[in-house]
């Protein structure tokens, strides 16, 4: 049974951190391209960060570059999301995705998908 299941949510306070993983199982993890995506209440799912099958070259959305970094450990069958200076726009359920083929935007190409772990950025 495939499973991603994504944890280290909760509430923090403007331009505190958190540090969001998602554990893999089920799949060969180290063929899947990985993904974050969030959905704030009301919004659409908004793609946050990629990374590629080796862990190589991460890219992220503008609205979190600099901010949120992705990385992943292939021998732990991980993905992780670093997220620095949150700010209360970034307030959203996470989750986490994973996909064949190269690192895309478009969330309908992602095959696997965690439950979400929801983030709270307030004071």
């Known amino acids: 049974e495939v499973q991603l299941q994504a944890s280290g949510g909760g509430l923090v306070q403007p331009g505190g951190s958190l540090t969001l993983s998602c554990a893999a199982s089920g799949f060969v993890f180290s063929d899947y391209t990985m993904s974050w995506f969030r959905q704030a209440p009301g919004e659409k799912p908004e793609w946050v960060s990629s990374?590629?099958?080796?862990?190589?070259?991460?890219i992220s959305a503008d609205s979190v570059e600099g901010r949120f970094t992705t990385s992943r450990d292939n021998a732990k069958n991980t993905l992780y999301l670093q997220m620095d200076s949150l700010k209360p726009e970034d307030t959203a359920i996470y989750y986490c995705?994973?996909?064949?083929?190269?690192?895309?935007?478009?969330?309908?190409?992602?095959?696997?998908w965690g439950q979400g772990t929801q983030v709270t950025v307030s004071s």
């Open positions: 995705a994973a996909e064949k083929g190269l690192a895309t935007k478009d969330k309908d190409n992602y095959v696997y």
């Open positions: 990374i590629g099958r080796s862990g190589g070259s991460p």
